[in-house]
Structure formats: structure tokens, C-alpha cells
């Protein structure tokens, strides 16, 4: 995988490409970067190029002046414009819903299709809530660095005592022994996690919903009904508001991770298919 890091118009801007052939663009969730290849999964990299900037915040993308959903669309735009990419794939992820709805929303010629992979698609977290407090609290900036490495040193010594603790928090399905390639799975993807500034700035972002309903591209919508980050009430929102959707409910092992799991080629398998046609 090739990272680097560019000086657009708009904005310093970090990147990373892998594959040839139809680009895919992700917009990726909190509390990681341009160097998560979860995603990546199902793709035939002889057939896709798979293209994941870091969205301000967090990687080497200072967040800056690009703090608005719209603002973190047209920084992405202009790193289409500097790889000369016309059109692309629009994949986004959870916390990544809004930069991509605005993404489709505001430039229809730059996107062939769309999914929506787990994804938020209005207001988030309630600012009143105990879940807000609490992001806002252990996330913040000054202290999201020592507490992603304290997760990194435990992840070493007792990586079945974390996926178990981190289990809940993504999906909504019952406790139970996990098996040792998706502790892995989940094990290799937490060494990238950091919050940086993003986190706190994506907790407060929202959007007005005619950028939703006004979204004409070709869509999939795909989420799981045991989704413990971004509820399923998401995935039903983005069905109604965006005419040309197909909503497939999953009913998977792993809830909002449903890249991870025995059940994990379902949804893959769906998402490649739809991207084919």
C-alpha cells in the first residue's frame, strides 16, 4: 500500500492507494485512518483501485479549516483532482456518513455509485446523553493518544480480554466465547486507532437532510439490525431520504463490524455484486 501525504488548495491531505483498475473511494469511520484496510475486503486488487484519504483530523490530515462535512468534501474532491480521477466508487463508513453525503450529494458527476457501510446519516450522539459526555471526556485530544496506546499494550499481553470488552460496544448480539482469527482481525485493525482531532469534530457534525434526499446516484445501503455504534434507525433514514437505495439488513455476528465474522462474506459478497453491475 502506497501513503503519502499532499498540498492541495484546500488543505494538506493524506492518502493511501492500493490496486488498479475502477477507483473506490472510502470514507473511512472514527478513530482511524488512510491506513485501515478492513474495507478492503472481497476486492480484487487487479480489478479495483482502492483509494482512503485520512479525513481531517485524524492521520497526517490536520484538521484545520476542513471541520464541516461539506468542507471535508471538497478537500476529497481535490484529491481526485490531483490523481486526475473523474469518477469514483463512494464508499463510507460510520462516522464518515456525512462527509460522503455531502460528497454525493454536491459532486453527482464525480460518483458512480454509493454505499453506505455502517453509516451515520444525521445527527449522531446526543449532546445530553452519557455517550456524548463520555466520548468527549476520554477522546479528547490531550488524553485519545495515551488512551489508544494503554489499548495497543493490552491488546499484546491479552488480546481475548479486549475483543471481549470491545465486543459490546459494536454489536448488540449476546456475549459469547469469539474465535481466534476474528480476535486477530479485530486486534490488527485497533493498532491504528487514534482519535486525534476527529473524533470530537465528528460527534458534532451534522447536515441539513435535503443534501440526503437530494442524493440520485445508485445506492446501497448496508447495516446491521445488531449495530451498537450507529443504530439501525441510520440505515432506515438514508433508505427513506435517498430515492434510488436498496437497503440490505443484516443479521450478523459481529453487528457494526460486518467486515469480521464466519458471516462476514454475506455482506461482502453484497457489496461487491452491487458495485459490478
Known amino acids: 500500500m502506497n501513503v503519502k501525504i499532499i498540498k492541495t488548495e484546500l488543505g494538506v491531505i493524506e492518502y493511501s492507494t492500493i490496486g488498479r483498475g475502477k477507483p473506490v473511494l472510502f470514507i473511512h469511520g472514527g478513530h482511524t485512518n488512510c491506513n485501515e484496510t478492513l474495507w478492503h475486503k472481497g476486492f480484487d486488487l487487479k480489478k479495483y483501485q482502492l483509494i482512503t484519504p485520512s479525513r481531517p483530523g485524524y492521520g497526517n490530515t490536520p484538521l484545520s479549516n476542513n471541520k464541516t462535512p461539506i468542507q471535508q468534501a471538497d478537500l476529497i474532491i481535490s484529491l481526485l483532482d490531483y490523481l486526475n480521477i473523474d469518477k469514483v466508487i463512494l464508499y463510507g463508513i460510520s462516522a464518515g456518513g456525512l462527509t460522503t453525503l455531502e460528497l454525493a450529494r454536491n459532486y453527482p458527476d464525480r460518483v458512480e455509485k454509493l454505499i453506505l457501510a455502517s453509516s451515520i446519516s ?156
Open 122 to 277: 444525521k445527527e449522531w450522539l446526543d449532546k445530553k446523553g452519557k455517550l456524548y459526555k463520555t466520548a468527549k471526556r476520554i477522546f479528547n485530544p490531550k488524553v485519545e493518544g495515551l488512551v489508544w496506546g494503554m489499548t495497543r499494550s493490552l491488546s499484546g499481553l491479552f488480546p481475548n480480554w479486549i475483543a471481549k470488552n470491545f465486543y459490546p460496544q459494536f454489536s448488540s448480539s449476546p456475549p459469547h466465547k469469539l474465535i481466534k482469527e476474528d480476535v486477530k482481525e479485530l486486534m490488527s485493525m485497533l493498532k491504528y486507532f487514534r482519535s486525534g482531532a476527529g473524533f470530537i469534530n465528528d460527534i458534532n457534525q451534522n447536515i441539513d437532510q435535503d443534501v440526503v434526499s437530494r442524493i440520485k446516484c445508485s445506492t446501497l445501503i448496508i447495516h446491521s439490525k445488531s449495530d451498537n455504534s450507529v443504530p439501525f434507525e441510520h440505515a432506515l433514514h438514508s433508505h427513506k431520504m435517498i430515492g434510488n437505495s436498496k437497503l440490505v439488513e443484516l443479521n450478523n455476528e459481529w453487528g457494526h463490524l460486518f467486515w469480521i465474522g464466519s458471516d462476514a462474506n454475506v455482506s461482502i459478497n453484497k457489496t461487491i455484486e452491487f458495485i459490478a453491475k
